[in-house]
């Protein structure tokens, strides 16, 4: 079973919602660290776990930026980080189902992740997951409605992640 180190500055987890019933709003988060055991015979014997550093969020608007670290979204001064702790990992055709605890605002619910290997290399190994998460499940309720007869924010949250990871030991 191969141990790995996911390298910050060649990997990214993003995010995308609806905004206004009309345009969907991008976002990143810059810092972040994980882990992950990674066993090719067995995929159920590996292990994955994140946290991200809920202040680092980025939308490319600083004004979004700074609401989102208040109390009506993301919180960081008194839920400084996102945490995902595995569950279990299931095959699932040519790639990875990631089942596992995903805590925001202090909530935990079970996630379920698409994972697929991206390529691989002595000292490297590339995976993309994605998912796509109900914010309302997290207490991240603000909401407003607008004219069109939608919200400014949807409900619905697409993450997508790409993960560039070290074997453990070179870190």
Known sequence: ???WTIDPARS???????????????GR???????????????????AEARIQVASVETGDRERDEYLRTSDFLDPARHPEIV???????????GLILVGDLTIRGV????SL???????????????AKTTIDRRNFDLRWGQLVETGGVVVG?????????????????
């Open 29 to 47: 988060f810059t810092r972040f660290a994980g882990t992950f055991t990674l066993d090719d015979a067995d995929p159920a014997r590996s292990t």
């Open 1 to 3: 079973m191969a141990e």
């Open 108 to 111: 935990t619910r079970e996630v």
């Open 84 to 94: 995902f702790k595995s569950r279990r990992v299931e095959r699932a055709g040519r």
């Open 12 to 26: 990214s987890i993003g995010f995308s919602v609806r905004h206004m019933v009309i345009s969907k709003v991008r």
């Open 114 to 128: 698409q994972v697929n290997e991206t390529a691989r290399a002595r000292d490297r190994v590339g995976f993309q």
């Open 155 to 171: 409900d619905k949250l697409e993450i997508a992640i790409a993960v560039e990871a070290t074997p453990r030991s070179a870190t």
